[in-house]
C-alpha cells in the first residue's frame, strides 16, 4: 500500500496529524511521511515524535502561496509515492486541500473528525447540512486528501525512530506577493467567541470566584454566570450572563458549577458542543443536560481542579 | 385551486424577513418601549419599497400587487406591529388617492410617500365618534377656489409626519361628508402629543387640530359630498394591511408558545409531552392557518376588486376574524408561558398588548359584523 | 472587466426535519448558501468600484434557475447556468470541473469570487480547485478584496492573523462570511430579477466528460440529540474526560 503523507504548517496541528495517520495506516505497514516546508524546528518536532519527516527548504516556497505549497506537496507525495495526504482543516489547510487534491486528482474533504480504512478506501466522519447531522463519506479515488479539525485526534507523543530528510521539488513561480501580515491582537471579552466558559451559579461563593477564573484562564476560556449571580448577587458584571436575558453561546465546552438548569439558563449553552455540569443536588435539572454530570460540592471541585490544572 | 407561492412571492416574504432579522428584530424591544420608531428603521423600509408595495410603478410604487403586500407585512407585524402599523396606515391613505385620486392628485401626493420620504395618514375619527360618519363634526366651507377647514381629529396614524392626509369633513354645500387631501403641517394644522397607548407602539396615534386650513378645491377627493365611498371602499383597503399585521401576531404568538414547551422542562420533561400544552399548541396551529389563508385571500381579493360592497364585506370579516383570533392566540401563549408569560423578558407579553389593539381599529369589530350582516342579508 | 460570483444551490437548512434521525429533504424548498451571499455581495462591490458585470455561475437542477432570481434581485447582472436535473447531486471535484468550463465562456473575467464554504457541506473544496483546473491564483478566506488595475490586493484572513496578498487578475478568491453584510433586493428588482439575461446549458453542452463521484455518501444522520449524561465520580476523572474530549494537556 502507498504511503500516508502529513503536513500542517501549524505547529499544534502537526502532530495531530501523525496521530491520525497511524491510526490509518493501524500497522499495516503503511508508511508514513511528515512533510515540513521551510521550517526546520516543527520537522526535528515531527521526528522526536517517531515521523520519518521530509523538510523543504526552499524559500520561494511561500506558506501564503497555495498554489506553490500545492505544488510542492504534490511532487513530495509522487516522490514519496503517497496516496493519501492529511492537512489541518485550518484556514490555511482547507484552502491548500482543494488546491492540492485537483492537482493530484483526488477526492477530498474537509472538517474531518473521524477516520478509518475500509476495504482499502477511507472513510471520513463530519458534519453535513449546517451542522444538523453527521455524515460518514467514503472517499473513491486512488488518492485521498483529507483536512483534519484541530483537536480531532490527540499529538502525537514523543517516540524514538524519527529523523528529518531533506526533499527537493521543483519550486514554481510565484502565484501572489505578500504584501504584509499583521497577527491579529487580541480582544476585550467576548463569551460568545469564547471556546470555553467556566460558569458559576448561585450554588457557588464569591470566595471561590477567582478559582474559577483561574480554571477558565488556564483552560483558554472565560469566567461566565447565571443571571442572578449578576442581577441579583452583583458578583459578576451583567454582560457575563448566560441565558435567556444573557448572552447565547457555542462553546467548545462549557463547565458548569452550581447552576440549577432551568430553561432560561440552559437556552444559552444549548449549543454548547461539551457540557460538564457539578453540582451537589443529584436531582438538579442542569446534571439531565449535561455530557457529564458530577453530584459533588463546587468549592471543592473548584479547589481541586485548580491544584491539578495549576 | 392553488395554495403555493410562486417565486418571486417567496422572495418578497424573504426580502421582509431578512430585513427584520437584520433591522428591525434587535430594535423591536426599544421601539415597544420608546414608542418611536428610529429613522434609520423607515428609511430601510423605504430602500425596499416596503412603503408603497401595491401601487401603480408610474406613481412611485413597486406594483406588487396586494398579495405580495400581505406577505411582506405579515413578516414585519410578527416581528415589530409599530413600523407595520406605519406602513399600513401609509397604504390606507395612498390606497384611498390611488381609488378615488385625480391623475394629477396620484402624481402629486402618491410618489414621496410610496418612497416613505412621506407618510400619508387617513383622519376620520373625532372625540364624538370613530364609527358613524353622519356624526362628524369637522366642517369645511368652501370660500372661491378653495375650503376652510376646522375641527379636530382623534388618534390618527402618521399625523405627526409629512405628506398628504385624507380628512373626512362635512362640507357646507352638501351638507355630507367629503374627503380632502390636505398637506400635514400646512398652515392652520398642529397635533397633540402622542397618545400613550397600550399596544402597536412606535405608530404614533395623535390628535390633530384644524385651525381654519386653506384646502384648494382640486384637493378635494373624489366627489363633493361623496366621502362615504372614500370612507367604506379606502378602510376596506386599509383591513387588508391591518389583518397582516395580526397575522404576522399570530405567527410569533404561535412560534413563542412552541418553543417555549419544548424548552420549559417539569421533572425533567419538557412541558410538551403534557396534553393541556399539546391542545393550546394545536389551537395556535389552527388559528394560524386559517387566519393566514383568509388573509391571503383576502390580498388576492384587493388586487382585484369590482365590487366596492362585496370587498368591503371580505375585508370587515376577514380583519374581524384575524384580530379576534390573534387576542385568543396571544392569551393561549401566554398561558402557555405560566407567569414566565407575565415578564417583559418574554415576548409574548408584548404580542398580548398588541393583540389587544387589532378589534378596536379601522372600524371596531362590531361595526365590521354589521358590515357583514347587511350585505348578506340584503342580497 | 467582469467579477464572476459562483453560488449554490442548497436546500434551505431551516426547514430540514429530522425523521428516526435521518434528514428529510422531501418538500424542502431550495436556497442560497449564507456565504455564497456575502461572494455576490463583495462581488457588487467590486463593480461599484471598478466596473464591469457580475455574472452568477451555478451548476445543477432545473430548479437553480428558480433559486438564482434570488441573486439576480440583489444585483447580479447576467447568470451563466448549467441545468440538468443529472447534475442534482455533484460533488465537489465534479462541480469544480462544471464550473470551470462555464467560466471560460465568459469574456474578460478579473475575479472569480466563491464562498469559503457552501451552507449544507461546507468543505470548501470547489473554489482551489477551480483555480487550480484555470491555473489562477488564489486567496482563500478573505476579509478584504480591492482591485487596482491589473492586479487585486486581497486580505486572507487567517485564526491568528491577516495576510495582505497580491496578485495578477484574473485570480480566485473565497470569501469569509464576516467579509460584508450582504444587500436585502428591494420589492422593485425581486420583480425585475426574471427578466435578466441568462444562458443556460445543458450538462451535454458542456465538452467535459465528468469523473464518477470522487466522493460518497455512506450514511448521514442526525447526532444523537440527548447529551450524553455521563456520571464522574471524581476529580481526577473529570481531568481524563476533558484530557480525552482535548479540552487539557494541549
Ligand atoms: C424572565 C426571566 C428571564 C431569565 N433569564 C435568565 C438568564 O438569562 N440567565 C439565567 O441564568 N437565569 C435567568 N432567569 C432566572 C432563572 O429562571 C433561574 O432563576 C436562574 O438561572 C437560577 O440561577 P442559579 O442556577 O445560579 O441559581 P439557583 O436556581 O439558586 O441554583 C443554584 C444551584 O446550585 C446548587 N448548589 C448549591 N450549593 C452548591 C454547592 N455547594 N455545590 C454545588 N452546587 C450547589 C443547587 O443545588 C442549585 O441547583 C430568568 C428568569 C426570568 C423570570
Ligand atoms: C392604533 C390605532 C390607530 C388608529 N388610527 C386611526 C387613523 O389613522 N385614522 C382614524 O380616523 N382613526 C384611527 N383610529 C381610531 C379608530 O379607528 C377608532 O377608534 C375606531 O374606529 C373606533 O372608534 P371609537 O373609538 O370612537 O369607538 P365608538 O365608535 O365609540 O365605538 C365604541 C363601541 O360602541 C359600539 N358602537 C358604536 N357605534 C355603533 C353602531 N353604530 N352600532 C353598533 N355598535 C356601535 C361598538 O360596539 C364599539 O365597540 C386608530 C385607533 C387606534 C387604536
Redesign the pocket.
Known amino acids: 500500500m502507498a504511503a500516508i503523507l502529513v503536513y500542517s504548517d501549524h505547529e499544534k496541528l502537526a502532530p495531530e496529524l501523525l496521530t491520525a495517520a497511524r491510526l490509518l495506516a493501524g500497522g499495516k505497514g503503511t508508511g508514513i511521511k511528515a512533510v515540513a516546508i521551510n521550517n526546520a524546528a516543527l520537522a526535528q518536532d515531527l521526528a522526536g515524535r517517531g515521523a520519518e519527516t521530509c523538510l523543504i527548504n526552499d524559500a520561494a516556497i511561500l506558506a501564503a502561496d497555495t498554489a506553490a505549497v500545492a505544488s510542492a506537496l504534490c511532487q513530495a507525495a509522487e516522490k514519496l509515492d503517497a496516496a493519501i495526504v492529511l492537512l489541518s482543516s485550518d484556514r490555511r489547510g482547507k484552502e491548500l486541500a482543494g488546491r492540492l487534491a485537483q492537482k493530484l486528482g483526488a477526492g477530498s474533504l474537509a472538517d474531518v473528525s473521524g477516520l478509518k480504512a475500509e476495504d482499502g478506501k477511507v472513510q471520513c466522519t463530519r458534519n453535513t447540512l449546517g451542522g444538523a447531522t453527521v455524515a460518514v463519506q467514503q472517499i473513491e479515488t486512488d488518492k485521498a486528501v483529507i483536512a483534519l479539525a484541530a483537536r480531532s485526534f490527540e499529538a502525537a507523543p514523543q517516540q524514538a525512530g524519527g529523523k528529518v530528510s531533506e526533499l527537493a521539488v521543483a519550486a514554481t513561480a510565484p502565484s501572489v506577493r505578500l504584501i504584509e501580515t499583521r497577527s491579529k491582537a487580541s480582544e476585550a471579552v467576548d463569551l460568545q467567541a469564547a471556546e470555553v466558559l467556566v460558569i458559576v451559579g448561585q450554588g457557588v461563593g464569591k470566595e471561590d470566584f477567582p478559582v474559577a477564573e483561574k480554571i477558565a484562564k488556564i483552560l483558554g476560556g472565560e469566567i461566565a454566570c447565571s443571571k442572578p449571580v449578576a442581577t441579583d448577587k452583583k458578583w459578576l458584571p451583567e454582560d457575563r450572563i448566560i441565558g435567556l436575558s444573557g448572552k447565547k453561546c457555542k462553546p467548545q465546552l462549557a463547565l458548569i458549577f452550581g447552576v440549577s438548569g432551568q430553561v432560561q439558563f440552559t437556552v444559552g449553552i444549548r449549543d454548547a458542543s461539551t457540557v460538564v455540569a457539578v453540582n451537589n443536588d443529584e436531582n438538579a435539572f442542569m446534571l439531565q443536560m449535561a455530557d457529564y454530570a458530577m453530584v459533588a460540592d463546587a468549592k471543592e471541585v473548584l479547589e481541586e481542579l485548580n491544584r491539578a490544572l495549576g | 385551486m392553488e395554495f403555493t407561492l410562486s417565486k418571486e412571492q417567496l422572495l418578497i416574504q424573504k426580502m421582509a424577513s431578512d430585513f427584520c432579522e437584520k433591522s428591525l428584530a434587535p430594535l423591536a424591544e426599544q421601539i415597544d418601549r420608546d414608542n418611536q420608531i428610529p429613522a434609520e428603521i423607515i428609511a430601510g423600509l423605504g430602500e425596499l419599497d416596503l412603503f408603497g408595495l401595491p401601487f401603480k410603478e408610474e406613481y412611485g410604487g413597486a406594483e406588487a400587487g396586494y398579495d405580495c403586500y400581505v406577505l411582506a407585512m405579515e413578516q414585519l407585524g410578527k416581528v415589530s406591529s409599530g413600523p407595520a402599523?406605519t406602513i399600513s396606515?401609509n397604504c390606507l391613505g395612498l390606497g384611498a388617492i390611488d381609488k378615488f385620486g385625480t391623475p394629477e392628485q396620484k402624481a402629486k401626493y402618491m410618489p414621496k410617500a410610496c418612497r416613505g420620504e412621506h407618510l400619508a395618514?387617513?383622519?376620520?375619527?373625532e372625540p364624538g365618534?370613530?364609527?358613524?360618519p353622519k356624526q362628524i363634526t369637522t366642517r369645511a366651507v368652501k370660500e372661491g377656489d378653495h375650503y376652510v377647514i376646522n375641527g379636530t381629529?382623534r388618534?390618527?396614524?402618521n399625523a405627526d409626519y409629512l405628506g398628504p392626509m385624507v380628512v373626512f369633513a362635512t362640507d357646507d354645500e352638501s351638507g355630507k361628508p367629503t374627503a380632502f387631501i390636505v398637506e400635514k403641517f400646512c398652515a392652520g394644522y398642529s397635533i397633540s402629543e402622542p397618545w400613550h397607548?397600550i399596544g402597536?407602539r412606535g405608530?404614533n396615534?395623535l390628535d390633530v387640530y384644524f385651525k381654519d386650513v386653506k384646502v384648494p378645491a382640486e384637493n378635494v377627493l373624489g366627489k363633493v359630498g361623496g366621502g362615504f365611498p372614500v370612507l367604506t371602499y379606502g378602510i376596506a383597503f386599509g383591513k387588508v394591511g391591518i389583518s397582516s399585521v395580526a397575522l404576522g401576531g399570530i405567527l410569533a404568538a404561535f412560534e413563542a408558545a412552541a418553543k417555549y414547551a419544548k424548552e420549559k422542562t417539569h421533572r425533567g420533561e419538557p412541558i410538551a409531552k403534557f396534553q393541556a400544552i399539546q391542545l393550546r399548541i394545536a389551537d395556535l396551529a389552527m388559528k394560524y392557518e386559517a387566519c393566514r389563508w383568509l388573509t391571503y385571500r383576502l390580498g388576492c381579493l384587493a388586487n382585484d376588486a369590482k365590487d366596492p360592497m362585496l370587498f368591503a364585506k371580505e375585508a370587515a370579516l376577514t380583519k374581524t376574524f384575524v384580530c379576534d383570533n390573534y387576542v385568543e392566540a396571544a392569551r393561549i401563549a401566554v398561558d402557555v408561558h405560566g407567569s414566565y408569560g407575565l415578564m417583559n423578558d418574554y415576548l409574548v407579553t408584548r404580542l398580548y398588548r398588541d393583540a389587544i389593539?387589532g378589534p378596536?381599529?379601522?372600524?371596531?369589530a362590531?361595526?365590521q359584523k354589521?358590515i357583514v350582516a347587511g350585505v348578506v342579508l340584503n342580497s | 472587466m467582469n467579477i464572476v460570483v459562483a453560488m449554490k444551490q442548497i436546500p434551505d437548512l431551516q426547514q430540514i426535519r429530522m425523521r428516526n434521525r435521518q434528514p428529510s429533504l422531501d418538500g424542502v424548498p431550495y436556497a442560497l448558501g449564507l456565504i455564497d451571499k456575502n461572494a455576490l455581495e463583495a462581488g457588487l462591490q467590486l463593480k461599484e468600484q471598478s466596473g464591469g458585470k457580475v455574472i452568477l455561475v451555478s451548476v445543477g437542477n432545473e430548479e437553480v434557475e428558480e433559486t438564482m432570481k434570488e441573486a439576480l434581485a440583489a444585483g447580479a447582472d447576467e447568470a451563466y447556468l448549467v441545468l440538468d436535473d443529472d447534475l442534482a447531486d455533484l460533488e465537489s471535484s465534479q462541480t469544480a470541473v462544471a464550473l470551470a468550463e462555464l467560466i471560460k465562456k465568459i469574456d474578460d473575467v478579473g475575479v472569480v469570487i466563491f464562498g469559503e464554504g457552501s451552507g449544507d457541506n461546507y468543505s470548501g473544496q470547489v473554489g482551489p480547485r477551480v483555480a487550480e483546473i484555470l491555473g489562477l491564483p488564489q486567496v482563500g478566506c478573505a476579509s478584504h478584496i480591492e482591485v487596482n488595475g491589473a492586479t487585486a490586493r486581497v486580505t486572507r484572513s487567517l485564526e491568528n492573523a491577516d495576510e495582505i496578498l497580491e496578485a495578477e487578475l484574473p485570480m480566485v478568491v473565497t470569501v469569509l462570511g464576516d467579509i460584508n453584510e450582504p444587500r436585502i433586493p428591494s420589492v422593485t428588482q425581486i420583480l425585475k430579477a426574471g427578466k435578466k439575461p441568462k444562458q443556460i446549458f445543458a450538462g451535454s453542452d458542456l465538452e467535459i466528460g465528468l469523473a464518477g463521484r470522487a466522493v460518497s455518501t455512506i450514511s448521514n444522520l442526525a447526532p444523537e440529540n440527548a447529551r450524553k449524561r455521563v456520571a464522574v465520580g471524581s476529580v481526577d476523572e473529570l481531568i481524563s474526560v476533558l484530557r480525552a474530549e482535548g479540552f487539557v494537556g494541549r
Open positions: 402599523i396606515v395618514s387617513f383622519a376620520f375619527t365618534t370613530g364609527s358613524d381629529k388618534f390618527i396614524s397607548k402597536y405608530g396615534l389593539l378596536q381599529v379601522e372600524g371596531v362590531d361595526m354589521m
